[in-house]
């Protein structure tokens, strides 16, 4: 089953109890974060289910700026940026964020771009799905974000 960018899709199989089809088959749809999907096979995870999170609690890993984990030449991310704007202004609703909890910090894994182009259209909610590596983090994000 293809599954889309499309946050409708997602929350319809998220509410049937059907989080990892949609986790699994969003990260592999069109080949589309396929490391991810492989990296979240590696060891037990700890999830907390999409909600609504406020935008500002979210630390990119991937853009144009020097200091980005994940290095994308400005032109690419421009490009892809402003398709996903124009697609927002027509109504897209974009598929939820994909972001780990460690040592006190988000971090979007899957949807920097995504994310990015709700910040600048003004948007400071967002469907986000969160992952720790154990228990104790796991613990402190849900303290975090029950504040």
């Given amino acids: 089953m293809e599954i889309r960018d499309d946050l409708r899709e997602a929350l319809q199989l998220i509410q049937k109890g059907q989080f990892e089809k949609w986790l699994n088959g969003f990260l592999l749809s069109d080949n589309k974060n396929?490391?991810?999907?492989?990296?979240?096979?590696?060891?037990?995870?700890?999830?907390?289910?999409p909600f609504e999170m406020e935008l500002h609690m979210l630390r990119r890993t991937c853009?144009?700026?020097?200091?980005m984990e994940y290095l994308e030449y400005k032109e690419i991310?421009?490009?892809?940026?402003?398709?996903?704007?124009?697609d927002l202004n027509k109504g897209w609703k974009p598929a939820p964020l994909i972001v780990t909890f460690k040592s006190g910090?988000?971090?979007i894994a899957d949807g920097n771009h995504r994310a990015e182009v709700l910040r600048s259209s003004g948007v400071m909610q967002y469907w986000t799905?969160?992952?720790t590596d154990n228990k104790k983090d796991y613990k402190r994000a849900m303290e975090i974000l029950k504040k």
Avoid: A
Avoid at 63 to 67: C, L, N, W
Avoid at 77 to 86: A, C, E, F, L, V
């Fill in 77 to 86: 991310w421009d490009k892809i940026t402003k398709k996903m704007k124009i």
């Fill in 34 to 49: 396929k490391g991810l999907f492989e990296g979240l096979k590696k060891q037990k995870r700890y999830w907390i289910e």
């Fill in 129 to 131: 799905c969160i992952w």
């Fill in 63 to 67: 853009g144009p700026e020097k200091e």
């Fill in 105 to 107: 910090i988000f971090t």
